[in-house]
């Protein structure tokens, strides 16, 4: 099932997914790690990357709102991208309330800080998977007729449906 929002032939939203999934899972690393190692140069940065994380989670959902659309009612692929979509609001949730109880001293958070960090955290590798499933098991954001050897997505011509290319 081809996707509703693309751009220059791919998917706009797993390309997207990319920065929150990086900054908030480093936000995460990091703030393990400088418990760890009392470095509080690396809580700090934390700080920043789950504002940069929720502003891009922002974004990406945006797109995934419209592939939504797209995916036909009472499919599977309809309910996996519902559960997807719902964990991922409240891994923002989770993120965006850890974010706010640093905001007073970014250096020095709050237990519960890390605590809802590293719970946003878990849950993203659940919706992650969900993501996954969405595109490797259901063929979401992929296009009718993919192949190994088909054409470039840059071009006019329709994937070959013999498996050579044109």
Do not use: C
Request: cysteine-free.
């Amino acid at each position: 099932m081809r996707a509703r929002a693309t751009l220059l032939g791919h998917a706009v939203h797993p390309m997207l997914v990319h920065f929150p999934l990086g900054l908030l899972g480093m936000a995460v690393f990091f703030d393990v790690i400088s418990l760890a190692t009392r470095t509080p140069q690396l809580i700090v940065a934390s700080y920043y990357m789950i504002a940069a994380g929720i502003i891009s989670g922002l974004v990406a959902a945006v797109f995934g709102v419209i592939d939504w659309f797209g995916i036909p009612s009472g499919t599977r692929a309809k309910a996996i991208a519902t559960w997807h979509a719902r964990g991922n609001v409240i891994v923002l949730i989770l993120f965006a309330v850890s974010w706010w109880v640093r905001r007073g001293n970014p250096g020095a958070p709050p237990n519960l800080a890390i605590v809802l960090a590293l719970a946003g955290g878990a849950l993203s590798l659940v919706t992650g998977w969900l993501g996954g499933e969405l595109v490797s098991r259901l063929a979401v954001s992929v296009d009718e007729g993919a192949h190994v050897n088909a054409s470039s997505s840059l071009t006019k011509r329709a994937p070959s449906e013999s498996g050579s290319i044109r």
